[in-house]
């Protein structure tokens, strides 16, 4: 298994630009050979393949608790087929917020929008990293290319205080997988479907930070 999170990403307030060392560019491949069918986990290949059903039923737990106006508002982001032509992130800085749809607990709020964040991307040897720079929960990973409305996010989710994440493939609990997409002119959203803790699904909006 690949070393997504071998990317050497500093991640605190004052750590420096992320990069990835040759090693995991290695594993992962070359631009022209590497997809991410062959990286990525069973587990994360049928959260991607169930994407659709998992945004359906993270929706309707949402608003059968009460959060349909909620969702509403939030238009395109939390639409499940708005997904735009042309889905590359570029490299830069961006803001970043999350919001969880639907839980897994019997009592839990089906509904929690938090508030922006940083993340970064970065060209990496022909792929693109992606790494949320601040708040608790950190995903860290790379994208690869997958169709003309989606790219694929495989990485790990960095905790707390965490300094470095763990390797992917490692911990079945830290491994995620989402849909990168377009969803408007300088918007983009992650979504990762059937995540491991909380949620029925988290929606990650992207926007250029300058």
């Not at 050497?8 to 307030?13: D, E, F, N």
């Not at 994407?51 to 009460?66: H, I, N, Q, T």
């Not at 999350?98 to 970065?122: E, M, N």
Request: proline letters at 7%; one cysteine or more.
């Amino acid at each position: 298994m690949i070393f997504i999170v071998a990317l050497g990403l500093g991640l605190g307030a004052c750590r420096s630009v992320p990069s990835m060392p040759p090693s995991a560019a290695d594993a992962v491949g070359t631009a022209d050979a590497g997809t991410w069918r062959t990286t990525a986990t069973d587990q994360d290949k049928a959260r991607i393949r169930g994407w659709y059903s998992s945004w359906e039923a993270a929706l309707a737990d949402a608003r059968a608790k009460g959060f349909g106006g909620a969702v509403q508002r939030e238009g395109v982001l939390l639409q499940p087929t708005a997904a735009l032509p042309n889905p590359h992130l570029p490299a830069g800085d961006y803001r970043c917020r999350t919001i969880k749809l639907g839980t897994q607990a019997p009592g839990g709020l089906g509904y929690i929008a938090y508030d922006w964040f940083r993340c970064r991307v970065s060209a990496e040897q022909g792929l693109y990293s992606m790494v949320k720079l601040s708040g608790s929960q950190r995903p860290v990973g790379l994208i690869f290319p997958d169709n003309l409305t989606r790219q694929i996010f495989l990485g790990t989710l960095e905790l707390g205080d965490e300094q470095l994440p763990v390797n992917y493939g490692s911990d079945r609990m830290r491994d995620m997988a989402g849909l990168v997409e377009r969803i408007g002119d300088h918007r983009w959203r992650l979504v990762l479907p059937a995540p491991a803790y909380e949620s029925l699904l988290d929606v990650i909006e992207l926007v250029p930070a300058n």
